[in-house]
Antibody, heavy 118, light 111 residues
Framework: QVQLVQSGAEVKKPGTSVKVSCKASGSTFSGDYFHWVRRAPGQGLEWLGRVSHNTGHTEYGQKFQGRVTMTRDTSVTTAYMELSSLTPDDTAVYYC???????????WGQGTTVTVSS | EIVLTQSPLSLPVTPGESASISCRSSLSLLHSDGRYYLDWYLQKPGQPPQLLIRAASTRASGVPDRFSGSGSGSDFTLTISAVAAEDVGDYYCMQALHAETFGPGTKVEIK
């Protein structure tokens, strides 16, 4: 059974960047994708993008193009999401999720709270 | 970008009664593999989202059989046949055909 464990909460100043990690343990597939989703206070779920565990290929949501970078390190089965030029509107809980070679994100991390405040 | 709309946005329910949530897409979600790339998720308060239904109608592992998904083309429905108190939370449809986008969410609460 796959588990995803994310890094701890972050407090950042506007204009800076944040990097969140997501470590996978248990059985993963080479065809897995790791997705990043956030939920801001009072808002719904928002998809930021995904990174292929196998190839490192990425696809980003239109809103985040140019501001988000997703990477992975297969040697430690960890995915990373870096978001730059932070504003208070980026205050949210950020989740990673695994999508195996089949529809549906079936395993989720516990979430990482990112607070952007001056 | 594919846009999803959900209705209703708020759904008060009585335990034991049936409830349905509609999700409409701005484009057909039929993939070349013959499946519809439309999933349903539930986020309970204080928890990460959980997968309920994948590919429009396949229940995820461990999901109670009171949850079912149906639909085709650009029109989909999540049905809870007999709502239980633990089903309260925010329900989202999500398309995975072209990038991914979520619907706005439906808040289900007990009357």
């Amino acid at each position: 059974q796959v588990q995803l464990v994310q890094s701890g909460a972050e407090v950042k100043k506007p204009g800076t960047s944040v990097k969140v990690s997501c470590k996978a343990s248990g059985s993963t597939f080479s065809g897995d994708y790791f997705h990043w989703v956030r939920r801001a206070p009072g808002q719904g779920l928002e998809w930021l993008g995904r990174v292929s565990h196998n190839t490192g290929h990425t696809e980003y949501g239109q809103k985040f193009q140019g501001r988000v970078t997703m990477t992975r390190d297969t040697s430690v089965t960890t995915a990373y999401m870096e978001l730059s030029s932070l504003t208070p509107d980026d205050t949210a809980v950020y989740y990673c999720a695994r999508r195996p070679p089949a529809p549906g994100m079936d395993v989720w991390g516990q979430g990482t709270t990112v607070t952007v405040s001056s | 970008e594919i846009v999803l709309t959900q209705s209703p946005l708020s759904l008060p329910v009585t335990p034991g009664e049936s409830a349905s949530i509609s999700c409409r897409s701005s484009l057909s979600l039929l993939h070349s593999d013959g499946r519809y790339y439309l999933d349903w998720y539930l986020q309970k308060p204080g928890q990460p989202p959980q997968l309920l239904i994948r590919a429009a109608s396949t229940r995820a592992s461990g999901v109670p059989d009171r949850f079912s998904g149906s639909g085709s083309g650009s029109d989909f429905t999540l049905t809870i046949s007999a709502v239980a108190a633990e089903d309260v939370g925010d329900y989202y449809c999500m398309q995975a055909l072209h990038a991914e986008t979520f619907g706005p969410g439906t808040k289900v609460e007990i009357k």
